[in-house]
């Protein structure tokens, strides 16, 4: 089993910044974490790929926040984070991190509230 535990959430205002982290513990599934990611879901929408990175730094980013946001992984310390730049009323949703074992359903944390507003 894996526990990601997400943090960083919070009121931002259009065009800030703001920076998520997700720390997973557990058993040893979480040396053989593949690909971790955020996800997110805005109010009567469905949830949504925000951004993915494997254990060697690949990633990947939907198109609505290439340039904007950027995800990074401290493999030593099981940690991915996700620093939101130029933000907009649009990011406002629950972030909810992502982990892939192989073999296995993948694990999520309980999600985590980012509002951009004035």
């Known amino acids: 089993q894996v526990q990601l535990v997400e943090s960083g959430g919070g009121l931002v205002q259009p065009g800030g910044s703001l920076r998520l982290s997700c720390a997973a513990s557990?058993?040893?599934?979480?040396?053989?974490?593949?690909?971790m990611g955020w996800y997110r879901q805005a109010p009567g929408k469905e949830r949504e790929s925000v951004a993915a990175?494997?254990?060697?730094?690949?990633?990947n980013y939907a198109d609505s926040v290439k340039g904007r946001f950027m995800i990074s992984r401290d493999n030593a310390r099981n940690t991915v984070y996700l620093q939101m730049n130029s933000v907009k009323p649009e990011d406002t949703a629950v972030y909810y991190c992502?982990?892939?074992?192989?073999?296995?359903?993948?694990?999520w944390g309980v999600g985590t509230l980012v509002t951009v507003s004035s």
């Open positions: 992502n982990a892939v074992v192989p073999g296995s359903m993948p694990y």
């Open positions: 990175i494997t254990r060697g730094g690949v990633t």
């Open positions: 557990g058993s040893i599934d979480i040396f053989r974490i593949n690909v």
